[in-house]
């Protein structure tokens, strides 16, 4: 699982994998009337666990951040062989919920103690241990699965992902990975997973057959789409045909943030239409924690992408505002400026400027450390994103700068973090008259 886990946020897809399968398949229909949540729970209880995956995700379509519905069918997900299901469930918990994993894995470490042959609890306490990244423990983990079923399919996927991730050994992993196709070779989701790890691997051809089998067998899932869009942008390079498939992940599952993340760094002419594009950075906003850095980051720079700077800008300032304690103030300046603020991951500054109608000014920050630039948003007098730096994520001298014309007199406000809020270091900032 390691190894997918670096695949989580880049990109995408080749149309021509997906035979006339594709065409056919359907996403999910969720009927307001239902209880899903109560369906789900008695079909878990009787042992129908795909069916469970089935009714937690319509519960979670009117509820996505329900920890007690995404547990229950990441859980659902591991117990039924649909694996690559519990990634987005178990993804949401780990990143928002992580108090969650750990008492569920407390749990399962007890009935574990007194039902040591309980294959169930074996699974959960692989797959919850490793989102609680807990490396020690996983690797206890998966070495009892194996002991207590060899033949088990996913546990001698895991293991070959293991050999591979930590060890760097893709030629000893191989006899576990294709161990594993043979004894899951009806189950698309083992074809889907080898696929996903043998694109790491460099196996470009075998992981696009086996990830065009996995959709053979089940062309409703989502992740395949999405896994072999990664593979044909990051190892193969074809950007081109990578949206269409992209589409048709978020098409057959809305509900997974990743998918859309996915499309919202293709957002621009060439690859995606802005009609396409600006509704999925609002689905962000309810399908994960209002304000959080993947929500900010990704419509920020999904803003920037389709040409709306002002909206861009009001996005960081929304970041700001709802995580107050790690904006730095560094209160009021003029329009001939320099200053020098420590960053820390996740921190913005804060500076107010006074400006006349009329009055222009350039601001630019560089980042002297990191390999990635700062981000520039100005704010007006009233609330309103004005401008956003011009290069927003390009790497070019580790600087940018954001130049623009008051509309009104009155205090403005710059904010100004490092790209993706995701470095420590120091950030120069000067303001100048342009």
């Not at 995956?53 to 117990?79: F, K």
């Not at 191989?174 to 899951?184: F, K, N, V």
């Not at 002419?269 to 990704?298: I, K, N, Y």
């Not at 804060?350 to 520039?376: C, D």
Request: aromatic fraction near 10%; include cysteine.
């Amino acid at each position: 699982m390691y190894a997918r886990k670096l695949l989580l946020c880049l990109i995408l897809v080749s149309v021509c994998l997906f035979g006339a399968q594709t065409l056919a398949a359907q996403a999910l229909t969720c009927d307001g009337a239902v209880d899903y949540a109560a369906e789900g729970a008695e079909l878990y209880t009787a042992g129908d666990y795909g069916a469970a995956v089935d009714a937690y995700y319509c519960a979670l379509d009117s509820e996505p951040l329900n920890t007690d519905y995404l547990l229950a069918r990441a859980e659902s997900a591991v117990l039924s062989g649909r694996y690559m299901d519990f990634w987005h469930p178990y993804d949401v918990l780990a990143t928002y919920f992580p108090e969650v994993l750990t008492a569920r894995l407390e749990e399962l470490r007890a009935q574990h103690e007194a039902n040591p042959a309980a294959l169930d609890t074996l699974l959960l306490s692989v797959t919850t241990s490793f989102y609680v990244a807990d490396p020690e423990e996983y690797e206890e983990n998966l070495h009892m699965l194996l002991q207590a079923a060899p033949d088990n399919a996913f546990a001698n996927v895991l293991q070959g992902e293991d050999m591979f991730s930590l060890e760097g050994d893709f030629e000893a992993a191989r006899p576990y990975y294709e161990r594993a196709l043979e004894l899951g070779s009806e189950n698309a989701h083992i074809w889907g997973w080898v696929g996903n790890d043998y694109a790491s691997g460099g196996e470009l051809d075998l992981a696009l057959e086996y990830l065009n089998h996995a959709i053979e067998l089940s062309p409703n899932t989502a992740k395949f789409y999405q896994i072999v869009s990664e593979t044909q942008f990051n190892y193969i390079g074809d950007r081109e045909a990578s949206v269409p498939p992209a589409l048709r992940a978020v098409e057959l599952d809305p509900n997974d943030w990743i998918l859309i993340v996915n499309l919202v760094i293709m957002a621009n002419d060439d690859e995606l239409s802005a009609a396409d594009a600006a509704p999925l950075l609002d689905r962000l906003v309810a399908l994960l924690p209002e304000g959080t850095r993947l929500v900010s980051v990704f419509r920020m720079l999904g803003y920037h992408k389709l040409g709306d700077d002002a909206m861009a800008a009001a996005e960081l300032a929304r970041y700001s505002d709802i995580n107050s304690e790690s904006v730095t103030d560094g209160g009021g300046i003029t329009s001939d400026h320099t200053s020098e603020g420590e960053m820390t991951y996740g921190q913005v500054l804060r500076y107010t400027i006074p400006l006349a109608e009329g009055e222009s000014i350039m601001v630019q920050a560089r980042n002297p450390e990191a390999v990635i630039n700062p981000i520039i948003a100005i704010i007006s007098p009233a609330g309103e994103g004005v401008a956003m730096s011009d290069d927003l994520g390009a790497e070019v001298d580790y600087a940018t700068s954001a130049m623009f014309t008051a509309a009104e007199t009155g205090t403005y406000t710059v904010f100004v973090t490092h790209d993706y809020f995701m470095e420590d270091g120091t950030i120069e900032v000067s303001i100048e008259d342009s």
